[in-house]
């Protein structure tokens, strides 16, 4: 069977958005944690098709773990797995949103998974972006192991692709920084002609976890 690996890594801890909506806005992160790098640099495959999101937390992130250890090449951009865009609503907190616009704050939380904040995209979108990069790279590098580090929210985008779940489903899964999600997608065997199916093996595997 033709099986091939993703290791969605979420980036490293945010600084300075604390109570923020911060989405798709390029904010800073912190890169300090030397213990969890050395980890991910031991657990994640260096020969592997290695992507980041546009955004420089995800790069950032990236090369901190080449900088542990990790003899990884350099890593292609792909901006459809950067995280959710609130639009207008990036740089705010949810009680200034409700202060200020009440009648479209309460609409968006009548089906949030569904609703698109002002100028934003709703997280359906953010499925259908991300499970398009999924289908078109698992097709380009079949039977790869491909290493994507990006956001939060791009992981359970991946996992609702996975496993063909609606968007409220979908927002159930935690998914901390620096954490290690691994699926898998076979393209062979009985699943000939379907083309093939998707299997989770792991997710929010933190890295501390792989010292051993």
Not at 13 to 18: A, H, K
Not at 42 to 54: C, F, G, I, K, Y
Not at 55 to 60: E, F, N, P, T
Not at 67 to 79: D, M, Q, S, V, Y
Request: hydrophobic share 40%.
């Amino acid at each position: 069977m033709t099986t091939t690996r993703w290791w969605l890594v979420r980036h490293a801890p945010v600084l300075g958005v604390e109570g923020l909506i911060y989405g798709a806005d390029d904010v800073a992160c912190d890169t300090s944690d030397a213990v969890s790098f050395a980890a991910l640099a031991r657990t994640l495959p260096a020969e592997a098709v290695w992507l980041t999101s546009a955004l420089s937390r995800a790069q950032l992130t990236f090369e901190a773990i080449r900088a542990a250890g990790l003899a990884a090449p350099n890593a292609a951009i792909e901006k459809d797995l950067g995280e959710q865009s609130f639009g207008h609503w990036q740089g705010k907190s949810w009680s200034e949103m409700e202060q200020t616009d009440p009648e479209t704050y309460h609409a968006f939380w009548q089906d949030p998974t569904r609703s698109r904040p002002p100028g934003g995209e709703s997280f359906q979108d953010l499925i259908m972006r991300v499970g398009g990069v999924l289908d078109r790279v698992t097709a380009d590098h079949a039977g790869r192991d491909i290493v994507a580090v990006s956001h939060g929210g791009t992981v359970r985008a991946a996992l609702s692709h996975a496993l063909e779940l609606p968007p409220e489903a979908g927002m159930a899964f935690t998914v901390g920084t620096l954490s290690v999600s691994v699926i898998e997608h076979v393209a062979d065997g009985l699943l000939r002609g379907r083309g093939g199916a998707w299997r989770i093996v792991h997710v929010n595997r933190p890295p501390k976890e792989d010292r051993e």
